[in-house]
């Protein structure tokens, strides 16, 4: 499952959403978790993103929303960056299932 993330980690209930992949994890389902849009500033947070790697997650960053709002350089360590190409990949071949939350 890939867990498309937009919303801002201020305005979205972002623990929900951290449950529901914890839960796929645990059923042996692999998860990853795209930050587009303002969710990547979600992902300048060091407890986050560990939390995010720790629990067995992909992590990932859009290039070009992070370059946008002044994040790249910011972002943590274990977020794999990727640009639209990667993305469509992800979405196309790496992943069975796409839960959008924008």
């Given at each position: 499952m890939l867990i498309i993330l937009g919303k801002s980690p201020f305005v979205g209930d972002y623990a929900s959403i951290l449950d529901m992949a914890l839960r796929a994890v645990q059923k042996g389902e692999?998860?990853?978790?795209?930050?587009?849009?303002?969710?990547?500033?979600a992902l300048t947070s060091a407890e986050y993103s560990k939390r995010l790697v720790d629990a067995g997650?992909?992590?990932?960053?859009?290039k070009a929303d992070c370059e946008?709002?002044?994040?790249?350089?910011?972002?943590k360590k274990g977020v794999?960056?990727?640009d639209y190409k990667d993305w469509v990949?992800?979405?196309m071949d790496e992943y069975h299932r796409i839960v959008s939350w924008i």
């Open positions: 692999k998860v990853g978790v795209m930050h587009i849009h303002d969710s990547c500033a997650l992909d992590a990932y960053a859009l946008a709002r002044g994040l790249l350089k910011k972002i794999k960056i990727v990949r992800l979405v």
